[in-house]
């Protein structure tokens, strides 16, 4: 069952927008030219459709916010900044089925009552760029994109704006800040953006991944999208499975499939013997081998104390040392926090520092529970979401590997002779 | 004023909003972002200078010293460093002889470290501009840098398979 990587799976499938529209492409567009935006959101409410970047906050809710907005002009900006370490789902369908994208933003348009699209895309993606600079240009000319789409009155433009690098300009209000050529930092909400967004203006803010697919719910119906899968979270997602896995790659599955069910079946099965799998990059929490059974849809692993996130499966091995790991996470949010707020900056500095002392035999015992403590005070006082859940995986291989990180503070060593002592 | 500069500005629009596509032009014609040309850009959008460096310091993106003919960064996220990314950062700067954040005395190479570049299924990686050489090893370093020292010597463009 797939949904977004229909077509590119198909044999001889190409970028081109010819490829596109030989497998039905744009007909989504034509037909919403046709219909009442009004008509357009109910399907896409009913579809049940939720955010694939990590949140999950219901698409339709937040496309009717926007819709309703009476303040013009109004944007829809796609978050294209795919940074969460281990994720690489939204660069295969820009490089892949770009059209589906545009497609699916102009549809976004047409609902809202807005003309102007805008790409946020990673800096570092340039394939993905120069394609979707094609394929904009090639839309235009087939009056897919632009003024008056297809005869229409409905006109609707898309740029592409390149990301400087930057992990918490994939958090929305970080993202917008940056578009406007500030520091990428978030803001205080509410306002949200689908008021407040853009130049202040109502903007509709969506993942790649969530808007491609759009197109399909509106030939098929939401009806037909909210059957499929899990039902508090349907339709389909992509899992990017990286780490000791012998079949790294995305899969498209329903929304529920189990998580031994990816590694096994569409991975290949673990390199060694598994030790710990964070589902949902590194800003979820670590699941071992007692929690394979869990379904990975949002409220599932989320009940199982992680969370899906955008997707990045990241299996590691026994051949690992957990506080090692634990240790690079810490380095990671310390480097990217924005520093606008002093829970996250200092937060993941001191965790830092702390991992550092115990990785080389100088840590202190009463750490292991001040760790806790500070993901308590950075999730209830962090503004967004990077502050909120920088230690949880720390935390997480705390609770679940504790012998490990007590071994390395009273015996200050490394029994697999990875972190240096 | 640099002359290349002159020809950024003329096809940009003097809007706050402009600045980061700016300063990502100007890097590219330099290489780098240096004083000068960061206070140009000020100038030219009426905004402090300081706001400029703010942002400019802020990105991963840009760099404030010239890289190297090649700019070899290698990816340290944690499906690269699952892979043991640490060994391939450690066998590079044996290679080349310098540490992380640095450029070697020929210019000819700069070593930096990126976290998850979004290749992960390719894991451990390095990236030269745009080309990704896949799954290396410390063995694989050398070839690469053997491969890259002879393209500087002779002019030959490695053979590129992201």
Partial sequence: MEIILRNIHKQGYSPDISSYITEGGYKALEQSLEVKPGHL??????SKLVGRGGAAFPTGLKWELAHNAEEYPKYVVCNAD????GTFKDRIIMERDPHLLLEAMAICGRIIGSTQGIIYIRGEYFDAYEILKK????AEKRKFLGRNILGSDFSFNIRLYRGAGAYVCGEETALLDS???KKGQSRVKPPFPTFTGYEDKPTALNNVETLSNIPEIVLKGGEWFSKIGSPLSPGT???????????????????GTPLSELLGKYGGGVEGKLKAVLPGGVSSSF????ELSVNMDYPSVAKAGSALGSGAVIVINDTHCMVDIAKRCTEFFAHESCGMCTPCREGTKRAKEMLTGITQGSGELSSLELLRDMRKVMYDTSRCGLGQSALNAVVSAIEKFRDEFEEHIAAKKCNLGICSG | MVEPLEQIFASCKVERKELIPLLQEIQEKLGYLSDD????????????????YGVATFYNQFRFVPAGKHPLKICLGTACHIQGSKLIMEAMERELDIKAGNVTPDHEFSLDRVACVGCCALAPVIIDKKTVYPRMTPFK???????LKEENAHGRLPTNEP
Avoid at chain 1, 135 to 138: E, K, T, V, W
Avoid at chain 1, 246 to 251: A, F, I, L, Q, S
Avoid at chain 2, 39 to 49: D, G, M, R, S
């Fill in chain 1, 41 to 46: 959101l109910s399907e896409i409410k009913l």
């Fill in chain 1, 82 to 85: 795919e940074g969460e370490p």
């Fill in chain 1, 135 to 138: 394929a904009i240009l090639d």
């Fill in chain 1, 179 to 181: 578009l406007e050529g």
């Fill in chain 1, 237 to 255: 997602k992509l899992y990017c499975l990286s780490g000791n896995i012998h079949k790294p790659g995305v899969y498209e599955l329903p929304t």
């Fill in chain 1, 287 to 290: 699941l071992t081998d007692r």
């Fill in chain 2, 37 to 52: 040309a960061m206070k140009a850009a000020a100038e030219f959008l009426h905004i402090p200078p300081s706001a400029v």
């Fill in chain 2, 141 to 147: 370093v050398e070839e690469v840098l053997a491969l």
